[in-house]
């Protein structure tokens, strides 16, 4: 059972920055396609950044051009950078293995991004 641990969430301005960044309790990064998803409330958890394992990167429309997947084999860390964040960002930020287009382990906690206006 591969547990998932999300963290560097907070409270901060619009147009302001975070580094997310995710932790597994074994070394899953390597082999996986990993991605970053958020969930709203009162919306269904959304993909919004994927890496690749051999590195490749896809962003929703949403996101592009402001966030910055990352992977850091060494540390086992995959990492979120957001920047020029806007109040539609909020949410609870999550990460996970993509398998066959669906996420493969069950979910970590996440992290809270809330962005004020």
């Known amino acids: 059972q591969v547990q998932l641990v999300e963290s560097g969430g907070g409270l901060v301005q619009a147009g302001g920055s975070l580094r997310l960044s995710c932790a597994a309790s074994r070394n899953i990064f390597s082999i996986n396609d990993m991605g970053w998803y958020r969930q709203a409330p009162g919306k269904q958890r959304e993909l919004v950044a994927a890496i690749a394992t051999a590195g490749s990167t896809s962003y929703a429309d949403s996101v592009r051009g402001r966030f910055t997947i990352g992977r850091d084999n060494r540390k086992n860390t995959v990492y979120l950078q957001m920047n020029s964040l806007k109040p539609e960002d909020t949410a609870v930020y999550y990460c996970?293995?993509?398998?066959?287009?669906?996420?493969?382990?069950?979910w970590g906690q996440g992290t809270q991004v809330t962005v004020s206006s």
């Open positions: 996970n293995a993509i398998i066959r287009g669906s996420s493969r382990y069950s």
